[in-house]
């Protein structure tokens, strides 16, 4: 059983930043691709960004690119977002997800719908005001 928890949310001000990390149960045979989706009150939930195993590849969301960034570290089971120049639209509900996939692609095809997820934490509030 995989469990997931992320951690780091909060309130911030617009042009600020915030650290997401989201911790993983010790599985060392699995080499699961993790990614961060979020959902806004009233939306469905989006993709946000997705990591491969190795940490080699990464995959962003294209209105988030630049200001968001993930990262991971198996040696902690953690992965990380960086959020940067936040925006009042960025306000949701993250969540930390897993994907029973070592990479985060096959082929051009890449994995950003959240049925692909196999596993999944309860998720972290982020707030951005004005």
């Known amino acids: 059983q995989v469990w997931l928890r992320e951690s780091g949310g909060g309130l911030a001000q617009a042009g600020g930043s915030l650290r997401l990390a989201c911790t993983t149960s010790?599985?060392?045979?699995?080499?699961?691709?993790m990614a961060w989706f979020r959902q806004a009150p009233g939306k469905e939930r989006e993709f946000v960004a997705s990591?491969?195993?190795?940490?080699?590849?990464?995959f962003y969301a294209d209105s988030l690119k630049g200001r968001f960034t993930i990262s991971r570290d198996n040696s902690k089971n953690m992965v990380s977002l960086q959020m940067n120049n936040l925006k009042p639209d960025d306000t949701a509900v993250y969540y930390c997800?897993?994907?029973?996939?070592?990479?985060?692609?096959?082929?051009?095809?890449?994995?950003?719908?959240?049925?692909?997820?196999?596993?999944w934490g309860q998720g972290t509030q982020v707030t951005v005001s004005y």
């Open positions: 997800a897993a994907l029973r996939r070592s990479t985060i692609n096959s082929g051009t095809y890449y994995y950003t719908k959240s049925s692909e997820y196999s596993y």
């Open positions: 010790r599985n060392p045979d699995s080499t699961y691709s």
């Open positions: 990591i491969s195993w190795r940490g080699t590849d990464t």
